[in-house]
């Protein structure tokens, strides 16, 4: 599996999850926010997570 080393995550639940090591394996994510106006680390999230099962 390619691991891009530019993009840590330790979401290893997502189907892009880089399983052995603490990567994605995506060339490019969408991070997102939940609220109008972004105020905490919370408030933002990986939107180009995708659950595996
Ligand atoms: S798509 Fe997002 S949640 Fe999934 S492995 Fe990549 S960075 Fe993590």
Same mark, same amino acid.
């Given at each position: 599996?390619? +691991?891009?080393?530019?993009? &840590?995550?330790?979401? =290893?639940?997502? +189907?892009?999850?880089?399983?052995?090591?603490?990567?994605?394996?995506?060339?490019?994510?969408?991070?997102?926010?939940?609220?109008?106006?972004? =105020?905490?680390?919370?408030?933002?999230?990986? &939107?180009?997570?995708?659950?595996?099962?």
């Amino acid at each position: 599996m390619k +691991i891009n080393k530019s993009i &840590g995550c330790t979401v =290893n639940e997502c +189907i892009h999850h880089a399983k052995e090591q603490s990567y994605c394996s995506l060339d490019h994510i969408n991070v997102v926010k939940h609220h109008t106006t972004a =105020n905490s680390q919370e408030s933002t999230d990986c &939107g180009s997570f995708q659950a595996s099962q």
